[in-house]
């Protein structure tokens, strides 16, 4: 079954502090992987894709085939990262699926 | 450039009542579209979605519709609300063809069924 798990609810950290964002997925093929945000009320966006290798606000991403994970990362949180963090899986071009979502809180 | 709409911001509805809620994109042509509701705990569902004028993908078994009259319109609908019904409902559209992975969301629907 094609899945996208993100195991935290929460994650808070202080400002400063590195953070990680955790995202597994169950797919048989090659996956294409994202991470879209929200930040307070605005608009669900896209943040990065792993094709792409990008880093995006200070935050990477790397597909771990192996361990079939695609974990966010950002060496020093800002309280401006703040925000609901969604992992997505393309399975085919013409949809998402997207995990339940991480929200990060950052303190000062 | 492209914009998406829906309305209305919120509703709040009876148990039992009918639903319409409206998405429309402009700036684009024959994009892909897609309805999701997002609940605390549950993440961002896929309910629909669509490739299409009248080609509609369903996701989930439940009590809501969708259609789409239009090449940049798509409505959801239900004939008699439950209160499960009740969440934040999203609409988004993705160009289609060999590039879709990029959806660019609206700014929602709040539906309260009381």
């Known amino acids: 079954a094609q899945r996208v798990t993100q195991p935290e609810k929460l994650l808070s950290v202080f400002k400063g502090a590195p953070v990680e964002l955790k995202c597994n997925y169950s797919y048989s093929g090659s996956p294409e992987l994202f991470w879209y945000v929200q930040y307070s009320r605005q608009r669900l966006q896209l943040l990065l894709r792993?094709?792409s290798r990008e880093s995006i606000k200070g935050f990477t991403a790397d597909l771990n085939k192996g361990e079939t994970s695609f974990h966010l990362k950002k060496p020093f949180a800002q309280e401006e990262d703040s925000a609901m963090y969604y992992c997505a899986l393309a399975p085919n071009t013409d949809k998402l699926i997207f995990g339940t979502g991480t929200r990060l809180q950052v303190f000062p | 450039s492209q914009t998406i709409h829906q309305w209305p911001a919120t509703l709040v509805q009876p148990v039992g009542s009918p639903l319409s809620l409206e998405c429309t994109v402009e700036?684009?042509?024959?994009?892909?579209l897609y309805w999701y509701r997002q609940a605390a705990g549950r993440g961002l569902q896929l309910l629909f979605y669509s490739v299409g004028i009248g080609q509609i993908s369903s996701e989930v078994p439940q009590n809501l519709s969708a259609s789409r009259p239009q090449d940049r319109q798509f409505i959801l609908s239900s004939k008699k609300l439950l209160l499960s019904d009740s969440g934040f409902y999203l609409c988004?559209?993705?160009?289609?063809?060999?590039?879709?992975?990029?959806?660019?969301f609206g700014p929602g629907t709040r539906l309260t069924v009381t």
């Open positions: 988004a559209w993705s160009l289609g063809g060999t590039a879709p992975y990029e959806q660019y």
């Open positions: 792993h094709i």
């Open positions: 700036g684009t042509s024959n994009p892909n």
